[in-house]
């Protein structure tokens, strides 16, 4: 018995084995020889693609008592073949299944493992492997010195591989080793440190591998100098200081990163925060960063002149605090000393005003409504005195 393996590269390929031989017997094909067979199929692998490399086996041959050898032919079909039949029990001879219209790309005369790298004008087609044994049987020896010798010759087809698509897409280039970020000039902080103001980063100077990505935590120095927090939330480019940051001094870490890592640098102290000087009508304070000294103020109220029982209204609520800055984030509250208010809608807007929406009940026509309008931080700790309001109800 023989067993040999074979290797092929390209889309479809066929081969074909044909067996030689180097000593002139009187060869003749005859029932003496066995044919070969196959107890187990060829087979071919590989990418259906134009540049590919297929790789085939020979299966399992059975060539007894003397296999002179095999040869391979690869071959570019215009259709697919079927896969190769079941083989025949007891190890019988198997013809296999040619695919149809099938030109030869390689011969391979010869043993040996033959690959196929699929060409150009494969596209489309189907590349299969043929396979041929051959078995030679000789006799005794004659007294004359002749010998005679028959051979048998046995046939194999692998699967098809196709149909052959285009060129594959040339791998991208691999990309050089990422040099790690560098910091040669140290972030900065930029803009005044008062109470309100808005703080930018600068990312500062570094080096290493493009594309670098920059984030920020902005961090809060205590008044006592006994180190630094991050400040909750602050992760972005610029920072608003607030009325915690009074007292205290800000810094910036900004950290650089790219494809081989990253890196963090932290930028100098500010001088400390100011409190925010008053500039009445024109800087706006968040609510929720007021202290309980910072005392409310209804600053001003637009409302119309006359309501109408069971109608409704829109006032405009402007909020302040005693120091000058308008307010905004303040819950308002609005309630009926006469008259009846059955829902009230407040909206806080970023300029510190409030649109409030009233709905009244039944009110006294020709009378007087009126209305008392408070105002506090969402926290309650910073009060506005309450203001009243006094509308007239229509006939």
């Given at each position: 018995?023989?067993?040999?393996?074979?290797?092929?590269?390209?889309?479809?390929?066929?081969?074909?084995l044909?067996?030689?031989?180097?000593?002139a017997?009187g060869?003749?094909?005859?029932a003496?020889?066995?044919r070969?067979?196959?107890?187990?199929?060829?087979?071919?692998?590989?990418?259906?693609?134009?540049?590919?490399t297929?790789?085939?086996?020979?299966?399992?041959?059975?060539?007894?008592p003397?296999?002179?050898?095999?040869?391979?032919?690869?071959?570019?079909?215009?259709?697919a073949?079927?896969?190769?039949?079941?083989r025949?029990?007891?190890?019988?001879?198997?013809?296999?299944?040619?695919?149809?219209?099938?030109?030869?790309?390689?011969?391979?005369?010869?043993?040996?493992?033959?690959?196929?790298?699929?060409?150009?004008?494969?596209?489309?087609?189907h590349?299969?492997?043929h396979?041929?044994?051959?078995?030679?049987?000789?006799?005794?020896?004659?007294?004359?010195?002749?010998?005679?010798?028959?051979?048998?010759t046995?046939?194999?087809?692998?699967?098809?591989?196709?149909?052959?698509t285009?060129?594959?897409?040339p791998?991208?280039p691999?990309?050089?080793p990422?040099?790690?970020?560098?910091?040669?000039?140290p972030?900065?902080?930029?803009?005044?440190?008062?109470e309100?103001?808005?703080?930018?980063?600068n990312?500062?100077?570094?080096t290493?591998?493009?594309?670098?990505?920059?984030?920020?935590?902005?961090?809060?120095?205590?008044?006592?100098?006994?180190?630094?927090?991050?400040?909750?939330?602050a992760?972005?480019?610029?920072?608003?200081?607030?009325?915690?940051?009074?007292?205290?001094?800000?810094?910036?870490?900004?950290?650089?990163?790219?494809?081989?890592?990253?890196?963090?640098?932290?930028?100098?102290l500010?001088g400390?925060?100011?409190?925010?000087?008053p500039?009445?009508?024109?800087?706006?304070?968040a609510?929720?960063s007021?202290?309980?000294?910072?005392q409310?103020?209804v600053?001003?109220v637009?409302?119309?002149?006359?309501?109408?029982?069971?109608?409704?209204?829109?006032?405009?609520?402007?909020?302040?605090d005693?120091?000058?800055?308008?307010?905004?984030?303040?819950?308002?509250?609005?309630?009926?000393?006469?008259?009846?208010?059955?829902s009230?809608?407040?909206?806080?807007?970023?300029?510190?005003?409030a649109?409030?929406?009233?709905?009244?009940?039944r009110?006294?026509?020709?009378?007087?409504?009126?209305?008392?309008?408070?105002?506090?931080?969402?926290?309650g700790?910073?009060?506005?005195?309450?203001?009243?309001?006094?509308?007239t109800?229509?006939?």
């Open positions: 018995m023989r067993i040999s393996k074979l290797t092929f590269t390209g889309r479809r390929l066929a081969v074909m044909v067996v030689t031989t180097a000593v017997l060869l003749s094909a005859s003496g020889a066995e070969p067979g196959w107890y187990a199929n060829p087979g071919l692998s590989g990418p259906a693609q134009v540049g590919a297929l790789v085939g086996h020979l299966g399992g041959l059975l060539c007894t003397n296999c002179q050898g095999t040869a391979y032919e690869v071959t570019s079909c215009t259709g073949g079927p896969a190769g039949a079941d025949p029990t007891g190890g019988l001879a198997f013809d296999g299944n040619p695919a149809p219209g099938c030109v030869t790309r390689v011969p391979f005369p010869g043993s040996g493992d033959p690959t196929y790298v699929v060409r150009a004008e494969d596209a489309g087609r590349i299969q492997v396979i041929i044994a051959t078995n030679i049987d000789c006799g005794e020896v004659k007294t004359d010195g002749t010998q005679e010798c028959n051979s048998s046995g046939h194999a087809y692998t699967n098809t591989v196709g149909p052959i285009g060129q594959a897409a791998a991208a691999a990309l050089p990422a040099v790690l970020p560098l910091n040669t000039a972030p900065a902080v930029l803009g005044n440190v008062e309100g103001q808005v703080l930018t980063a990312n500062g100077t570094w290493g591998t493009d594309p670098i990505a920059y984030t920020y935590v902005w961090n809060r120095c205590s008044k006592q100098n006994n180190g630094c927090k991050a400040i909750e939330g992760t972005k480019p610029a920072y608003t200081l607030v009325a915690d940051d009074v007292g205290a001094k800000i810094n910036v870490t900004v950290a650089a990163t790219n494809r081989a890592g990253g890196r963090a640098f932290t930028s100098k500010t400390r925060v100011i409190p925010a000087k500039r009445p009508g024109y800087l706006v304070l609510a929720a007021l202290r309980d000294e910072h409310l103020v600053v001003d637009r409302a119309p002149v006359t309501v109408r029982s069971g109608g409704s209204a829109t006032l405009i609520v402007r909020v302040g005693k120091r000058g800055f308008l307010i905004k984030g303040a819950d308002v509250e609005v309630s009926a000393a006469t008259g009846k208010v059955e009230v809608t407040a909206v806080s807007r970023p300029t510190g005003n649109i409030v929406r009233l709905k009244f009940g009110l006294v026509k020709n009378g007087k409504l009126v209305l008392t309008i408070n105002a506090s931080d969402p926290d700790e910073a009060q506005a005195a309450a203001r009243r309001l006094t509308l109800v229509a006939a």
